[in-house]
């Protein structure tokens, strides 16, 4: 167990929706990471947070966005859903986000556009 | 940005041999290293991580070893369990203006045979 918590584990839904994914970061970490895992992509990096503020953006399409809460949970919106966007989203946290350190990764959020 | 990838997607062997999973990369200002474990169904898990003023790294069963020469980064793995069966992703770090991100490649899936 990483110490990183991910709700829910799937998600169906269908397109033109919208869907929020949550992250609980590892006590004593301050920076949330997303990643979209998808059969022909791989792990790509979508954005990072540090202590409530943004701090890098990967390739996050502007239908996504993402915040970080004062508890320093994380939540990832993705709106007008497309068949394509179906994918594994992985939250993962590190102590600094200074880079340089290792990631904790969660299990993932199956998330299935029908 | 820059690519890192694996030179093998595949990969079997026998329970009880040593595994060797071979990695490239081409940014020569990567810094960091380091070697994720993917089971089905699971997130990313650290396996062991290398940084650049070093060449080889030693933790339970696994050793990195980092080439910055021909920018090539290897895992060992020793007495090859059924458990070690998954994918297997290095990832490299460097740094860009005032962001430093984990970038990932594309994975090898480790088989263990019976």
């Known amino acids: 167990d990483s110490g990183v918590t991910q709700t829910p584990k799937h998600l169906i839904t269908a397109t033109g929706q919208r869907v929020t994914l949550r992250c609980s970061p590892r006590s004593g970490d301050l920076s949330v990471y997303w990643y979209q895992q998808s059969l022909d992509q791989g792990l790509q990096f979508l954005i990072q947070?540090?202590?409530?503020?943004?701090?890098a953006k990967g390739n996050i399409l502007e239908r996504f966005s993402a915040q970080q809460f004062p508890d320093l949970h994380s939540e990832l919106n993705l709106s007008s859903l497309e068949l394509g966007d179906s994918a594994l989203y992985f939250c993962a946290s590190s102590v600094a986000g200074q880079g340089g350190e290792k990631l904790f990764f969660g299990s993932g959020t199956q998330l299935s556009v029908l | 940005g820059e690519n890192v990838g694996l030179h093998l997607p595949t990969l079997s062997v026998q329970e009880g041999d040593n595994s060797i999973i071979n990695c490239a990369y081409s940014n020569s200002a990567s810094d960091y290293f380091i070697w994720y474990k993917q089971e089905s169904g699971k997130g990313p898990q650290f396996i062991i991580d290398?940084?650049?003023?070093?060449d080889k790294r030693q933790g339970q069963r696994v050793t990195v070893l980092l080439n910055k020469t021909v920018k090539h980064l290897s895992l060992q793995i020793a007495a090859t369990q059924p458990g070690d069966s998954a994918v297997y992703f290095c990832?490299?770090?460097?740094?860009?203006?005032?962001?430093?991100?984990?970038?990932f490649g594309s994975g090898t899936q480790l088989t263990v045979l019976p």
């Open positions: 290398i940084r650049s003023n070093m």
């Open positions: 990832a490299e770090t460097s740094k860009s203006g005032s962001a430093r991100q984990l970038t």
């Open positions: 947070y540090y202590n409530g503020e943004e701090r």
